[in-house]
């Protein structure tokens, strides 16, 4: 009998880099294309009505007032969203708005020629209220 060679047999590999560069093409594509549907419009949920006779709360975030020389413009020498108002207006209008919430941002803008002492009532005022979120600027 005759002896058979035997032929080397390879082992079969696969070949990963190709495949990996698709899958990465296909993730891509399923990202980019993905289109999703927003889950809560599409549910079912029973919502109470709003309470008409609730008044809605004041929500204020940032307060700013202006320290002018009362000599020239008139006045005390405060500005509130731009309207002229006494210190004793100021003063109870910081304190409800501090009932709200204590940490609303007050912006003190201090003209060049404004008076130290009413920047000084203005941040007692600040004080008392409760209010600690205070930034002082020059214009």
């Given at each position: 009998?005759k002896?058979?060679?035997?032929?080397?047999?390879?082992?079969?590999?696969?070949?990963?880099?190709?495949?990996?560069?698709?899958?990465?093409?296909?993730?891509?594509?399923?990202?980019v294309?993905?289109?999703?549907?927003?889950?809560?419009?599409?549910?079912?949920?029973?919502r109470?009505a709003?309470?008409?006779?609730?008044?809605?709360?004041e929500?204020?975030?940032?307060?700013?007032?202006?320290?002018?020389n009362?000599h020239k413009?008139?006045?005390?020498?405060?500005?509130?969203?731009g309207?002229?108002?006494?210190?004793?207006?100021l003063t109870?209008?910081?304190?409800r708005?501090?009932?709200?919430?204590?940490?609303?941002?007050v912006?003190i803008k201090?003209?060049?020629?404004?008076?130290h002492a009413n920047?000084v009532?203005?941040?007692d005022?600040?004080?008392?209220?409760?209010?600690?979120n205070?930034s002082?600027?020059s214009l």
């Amino acid at each position: 009998m005759k002896k058979r060679e035997r032929k080397a047999v390879e082992s079969v590999q696969l070949e990963m880099t190709p495949m990996i560069d698709v899958v990465f093409q296909l993730l891509i594509f399923f990202l980019v294309t993905l289109k999703q549907d927003d889950i809560w419009s599409h549910l079912d949920v029973a919502r109470p009505a709003a309470d008409s006779a609730a008044k809605p709360e004041e929500k204020v975030d940032l307060l700013e007032i202006i320290v002018y020389n009362e000599h020239k413009l008139g006045g005390e020498g405060f500005s509130l969203r731009g309207n002229q108002v006494r210190l004793s207006d100021l003063t109870s209008h910081l304190k409800r708005v501090a009932s709200f919430s204590k940490n609303v941002s007050v912006i003190i803008k201090c003209t060049g020629d404004s008076r130290h002492a009413n920047l000084v009532k203005l941040l007692d005022v600040c004080a008392e209220a409760g209010l600690k979120n205070l930034s002082v600027f020059s214009l």
